[in-house]
């Protein structure tokens, strides 16, 4: 069955960086869009960035554009999302997401990873 | 951006009653060209991922339990649980996919009376 596993998180301080990694089995990667859904502690999902099946389109919420970067190996079915800059409001659990259907990655999430808890403090 | 409001924020209901949990989009989430609208729900356990409950606003995810249903159209939508069970404790999240950014409700609580 499908399983993403999350990895790379860790304790950070502002202004640092630092680089999440989902790896993905059990599907055909290259066929599906990937999100990176982010939740602060205690609050609600927010929505971080979307890459293309391809990897030749990137989409970011306005609070990461200009400092995080989500990329993808096919190869590998690895995602990847690249967060410099560190701010402390940046403190969250990180899940890599599977867009629902083949093709376009604008579909609901089917599958979810477990999340990788970023913390940036000083 | 499309804001995604839902309501109420917490429900408490009794075991084997129906909990009903609204959405509500700023905008319309229907594509005309496919008559679809592009609404989600999604359930999150503590310590848990979300789960996909619901797609389409009313299609229900492969191994859901049919006491979960979705409907609504355009701007206003419903999640309903009929026959509450001890393992539906949990916070529920609708979300709009239909443009970029990809938003959520900001979740409702639901608890057992």
């Known amino acids: 069955q499908v399983q993403l596993a999350g990895s790379g998180g860790g304790v950070v301080q502002p202004g640092r960086s630092l680089r999440l990694s989902c790896a993905a089995s059990?599907?055909?990667?290259?066929?599906?869009?990937m999100h990176w859904v982010r939740q602060a502690p205690g609050k609600g999902l927010e929505w971080v960035a979307v890459?293309?099946?391809?990897?030749?389109?990137?989409v970011y919420a306005d609070s990461v554009k200009g400092r995080f970067t989500i990329s993808r190996d096919n190869s590998r079915s690895t995602l990847f999302l690249q967060l410099n800059s560190l701010r402390t409001e940046d403190t969250a659990v990180y899940y890599c997401?599977?867009?629902?259907?083949?093709?376009?990655?604008?579909?609901?999430?089917?599958?979810w990873g477990q999340g990788a808890l970023v913390t940036v403090s000083s | 951006d499309i804001v995604m409001t839902q309501s109420p924020d917490s429900l408490a209901v009794s075991l084997g009653e129906r909990a009903t949990i609204n959405c509500k989009s700023s905008?319309?989430?229907?594509?005309?060209?496919?008559?679809?609208?592009?609404l989600a729900w999604y359930q999150q356990k503590p310590g848990q991922p979300p789960k996909l409950l619901i797609y389409?606003?009313?299609t229900r995810e492969s191994g859901v339990p049919d006491r979960f249903s979705g409907s609504g159209s355009g701007t206003d939508f419903t999640l309903t649980i009929n026959s509450l069970q001890a393992e539906d404790v949990a916070v529920y999240y609708c979300?709009?996919?239909?443009?970029?950014?990809?938003?959520f409700g900001q979740g409702t609580r639901l608890e057992i009376k």
């Open positions: 997401a599977k867009a629902g259907f083949v093709g376009s990655y604008m579909f609901y999430f089917d599958y």
């Open positions: 059990g599907l055909t990667f290259n066929n599906y869009g």
């Open positions: 890459i293309s099946s391809d990897g030749k389109t990137q």
């Open positions: 905008q319309s989430v229907l594509y005309s060209p496919n008559n679809k609208d592009y």
């Open positions: 389409w606003a009313s």
């Open positions: 979300q709009q996919y239909y443009s970029t950014p990809i938003t």
